[in-house]
């Protein structure tokens, strides 16, 4: 992901006359990568946790039907 954000920051840059301002502020971007990685991991978590309650529950609705 911070690739991105560094190839991200080289077209901005390139783009915008004051490429300067824009690289700086993708270099704050890049130093918060990890902390979004974090996020979108345990985001990842979650929603296989969640999809597992989902299973259980359609079992135990399948156990209940007669």
Known sequence: MKQY???????????????????????????????????IAEINKVERIENELIVQLSKVKLNRSP
Do not use: R
Not at 11 to 17: A, C, E, G, H, K
Not at 24 to 35: L, Q, S, T
């Open 5 to 39: 954000f560094l190839l991200l920051g080289i077209i901005i840059s390139t783009l915008v006359s004051n490429g300067q301002t824009a690289m700086k502020i993708i270099v704050m971007m890049y130093k918060d990568a990890d902390k979004i990685e974090g996020l």
